[in-house]
């Protein structure tokens, strides 16, 4: 049988265009809603995961800078995070710059304290060594050496060092523990990232006064 | 049925279905552009950062070892130092090391050194043959990064519009933010150059800047350098003692000086404007866990390990009763290196057994620190003096390895003429008078105290870990003069009975004193002695 074509037949009649319209809305609404629900859960995943790349940033700069530390301490609340640290590079500015040495390293110099060797990086004697400060700065950890300010990480609201000082070994370690609160999540269980890091350096007597927490 | 197809409608599914496809191609390319970041960063850029700073101090380590083989007793192992190593002058570089499963990489170059009177440092051993060298250690330690050369890295904070690795001694480089931001600031990773000797050159100091590819691309290294001191007998304490102190007497003193500064001056240690007071005071006590009977005034600190300090009111310096303390049993170097010279008499002979009350010695040859003339007698009852050989500076080892009834080794005199230094080595006891051991090196007025010095072999013990026989040290009262001499005796109870001018050191079991003495540390015995071994007194990091 062969049906013959008129211009009458061609559209679509009411009904058919309604229930048409209720399969393409209800197909692009499951659409949408899927690809929103997709894109929330990439969002969330993908959150997640940088922000526990900062957590590890962070404590792994806190590491670094305990490992070659002479000292550390931490803030009472243990929001804020000091250490000394030798001026082992010359900087513009320093005594004993000369413009062709600057950006190399300083050589040592030797003192004895309370029957110790003290190997010191220091412009001159008098001078104090480089000071480090870890510190929260809204949503974002700050890193000031010197008074130069770097933000290290952001998003990770929860900066919770600890300090431990351990006379009988004569030496000083640091156990940092850092969480965040995930998105869509209340609880911030299960985001702890612990660290502990020791100092190199025998633990030198802590500086005073204390430099200012934040910058 | 059939329908007439219109040529209008075919094209419109194969459009649909491409632009379907690129949608969610793009989907997903962005989804694992961002995996293969995350991926990266917490597989390999972070543990690849970890493992170079293991290879780096696993570089330190080997190094530190091979430092070590010159306190060994075994002339094997000692003649095996720096083997594989090349060396330049008195720097030694050690060959790339490659281990572990990551296939890390070492390298570490061993620097001698010293540091002058003022504490300066200076390159190059020391000029002075009796004190110790210092050593610098700068490790490099690679990882290997797996993936190609455009292995990502997570800047999420780059986005900041800043020049990111500022010039070279440039202002910005102070502020390390003008060098990135992000996981690229704290783990920096060689691509196609070495970042570091392209930017600081090979030693960090700006010199030889060149692009030279990394030794594995892409790869992380990180840097170190580590001073290492020698451990030496006489650091920084006039008297250390393992059990009690008692002493001095009730107006005797123990101050210091420098002799690297010239001779001891008794009124540096009242005089706050002179510029050497501060040498004056390291007149120091230290001992274990006894009691420490303070007679006189210490000009100087007391330390103690959990000990007791009686009359702490005559320390000018401060007491600490929690500092470690550890004083092992001393054995006889391994002397395979000295140049031995067997009993006999005549010219540069000592006989078996020194009885003469004129006995005279001129070495054959003059030797070193590290060869001296080495002789072995049994006794010392007679009067020993020793000659330098024709103007030189002359290196004499003696070792006493008996005893008489009384279970005396040392009972005679001893005399150190201009030129000469001494080493004693005693397996018994020492009784003589404090005018009968005279140190004329380099004058009878201005003697060093290293040019004399005493060791007391530790006697063996038993299967119980206890000591076979005693070890005493009785420096009986003589006239009154000057004793420049140092005793490194950890098994010895040392007696002072006497009240000379003291110079020098006692490092003993248990010390007692009852004399008034002026008792002298000289500060330059700080690098001095035996070398018992190496500690690393510090550790930085190479950041850049």
């Given at each position: 049988m062969r049906l013959g074509s008129s211009l009458a037949a061609r559209a679509f009649t009411l009904v058919e265009m309604l229930i048409a319209m209720a399969i393409g809305v209800a197909i692009i609404a499951a659409t949408l809603t899927t690809s929103v629900a997709l894109q929330k859960s990439f969002y969330s995943v993908d959150n997640y995961f940088g922000t526990h790349i900062q957590q590890i940033r962070i404590v792994d700069y806190l590491a670094r800078d305990v490992r070659r530390g002479l000292s550390v301490v931490s803030s009472a609340d243990k929001h804020t995070v000091t250490v000394n640290l030798p001026r082992y590079i010359i900087q513009a500015g320093?005594?004993?710059?000369t413009g062709s040495n600057i950006g190399t390293p300083r050589a040592p110099s030797l003192a004895v304290v309370n029957r110790d060797y003290n190997i010191n990086y220091l412009p001159t004697s008098a001078s104090s060594s480089s000071v480090v400060v870890y510190s929260i700065s809204g949503s974002s950890i700050l890193r000031t050496e010197d008074n130069v300010v770097?933000?290290?990480?952001?998003?990770?609201?929860s900066l919770l060092p600890e300090t431990v000082d351990v006379e009988l070994a004569n030496t000083e370690y640091t156990t940092t523990a850092i969480t965040f609160q995930p998105l869509s999540?209340?609880?911030?269980?299960?985001t702890v990232v612990y660290s502990t890091a020791y100092l190199r350096n025998r633990r030198r007597a802590i500086p005073t006064p204390s430099p200012s927490a934040t910058p | 049925m059939q329908t007439r197809k219109t040529s209008?409608?075919?094209g419109n599914v194969l459009i649909c279905a491409l632009i379907a496809i690129l949608i969610v191609s793009l989907i997903g390319a962005n989804v694992l552009s961002n995996s293969t970041t995350r991926l990266n960063v917490s597989s390999n850029h972070v543990r690849a950062w970890k493992e170079a700073l293991e290879a780096a101090e696993g570089g330190g380590e080997m190094a530190f070892a091979e430092l070590r083989?010159?306190?060994?007793?075994d002339a094997a192992v000692r003649a095996s130092q720096w083997s594989g190593w090349t060396t330049s002058g008195t720097t030694h570089t050690s060959p790339q090391t490659t281990f572990g499963a990551s296939n890390l990489i070492a390298q570490t170059a061993v620097e001698t050194l010293y540091f002058d009177a003022s504490g300066v440092f200076h390159a190059g051993?020391?000029?002075?043959?009796?004190q110790n060298n210092w050593y610098r250690l700068r490790s490099k330690g690679t990882a290997p990064l797996p993936?190609?050369?455009?292995?990502?890295?997570?800047?999420?904070?780059?986005?900041?519009g800043q020049t990111h690795?500022?010039?070279?001694?440039?202002?910005?480089?102070?502020?390390?933010v003008a060098r990135s931001k992000g996981d690229s600031l704290l783990r920096k990773i060689d691509f196609q150059y070495d970042h570091f000797v392209s930017t600081y050159g090979p030693n960090g100091d700006?010199?030889?800047?060149t692009l030279v590819a990394p030794v594995a691309a892409p790869s992380i290294s990180r840097r170190i350098e580590q001073i290492v001191t020698p451990v030496t007998p006489?650091?920084?304490?006039?008297i250390k003692a393992n059990g009690i102190f008692y002493g001095l007497g009730s107006a005797a003193y123990i101050d210091s000086y420098d002799s690297r500064n010239g001779p001891y001056d008794?009124?540096?240690?009242?005089?706050?404007?002179?510029?050497y007071y501060k040498d004056s005071r390291h007149g120091s006590v230290e001992i274990n866990s006894g009691t420490a009977t303070i007679k006189g005034t210490i000009y100087g600190d007391v330390a103690t390990n959990g000990g007791t300090v009686i009359?702490?009111?005559?320390?000018t310096g401060t007491v600490d009763n929690n500092v470690p303390f550890t004083l092992e049993d001393y054995h006889m170097p391994d002397t395979s290196g000295w140049s031995y010279q067997a009993p006999?008499?005549?010219?540069g002979k000592l006989p078996s057994s020194v009885t003469s009350s004129s006995q005279t010695l001129t070495p054959p040859a003059a030797g070193t620190s590290a060869a001296p003339n080495y002789y072995v007698i049994s006794t010392l009852s007679g009067k020993l003096t020793v000659n330098q050989v024709a103007g030189e500076e002359t290196y004499v080892a003696i070792r006493v390895n008996s005893s008489n009834v009384n279970g005396d080794g040392i009972i005679g005199g001893i005399t150190v003429n201009p030129g000469v230094h001494l080493r004693i080595y005693f397996d018994y006891n020492i009784s003589t008078?404090?005018?009968?051991?005279?140190?004329?090196?380099?004058?009878?007025?201005?003697?060093?105290?290293?040019?004399l010095q005493f060791y007391g072999i530790s006697p063996p013990r038993d299967a119980n870990g206890n000591p076979v026989r005693t070890q005493t040290i009785n420096l009986n009262s003589g006239n009154p003069g000057t004793l420049a001499a140092t005793f490194y005796a950890p098994s010895a109870a040392v007696n002072e009975n006497g009240n000379p001018d003291f110079i020098g050191t006692v490092v003993c079991k248990t010390f007692y004193a009852n004399g008034n003495i002026a008792w002298h540390y000289d500060?330059?015995?700080?690098?001095?002695?035996?070398?018992?071994d190496f500690r690393i007194a510090s550790y930085v990091e190479d950041t850049r």
């Open positions: 320093d005594a004993d710059a770097t933000m290290i990480a952001s998003s990770t609201d999540v209340a609880d911030r269980n299960g | 209008q409608e075919s083989k010159q306190t060994s007793t051993a020391n000029p002075d043959p009796a993936n190609l050369k455009r292995t990502g890295m997570d800047d999420a904070l780059v986005q900041d690795f500022a010039a070279f001694g440039s202002t910005q480089m102070k502020d390390i700006g010199v030889n800047k006489f650091f920084d304490a006039a008794p009124t540096v240690k009242t005089n706050p404007s002179s510029p009359n702490s009111q005559y320390v006999g008499s005549g010219a008078k404090n005018s009968d051991l005279a140190n004329n090196n380099p004058t009878s007025t201005n003697p060093l105290a290293s040019n500060r330059a015995l700080n690098s001095k002695g035996e070398l018992l």
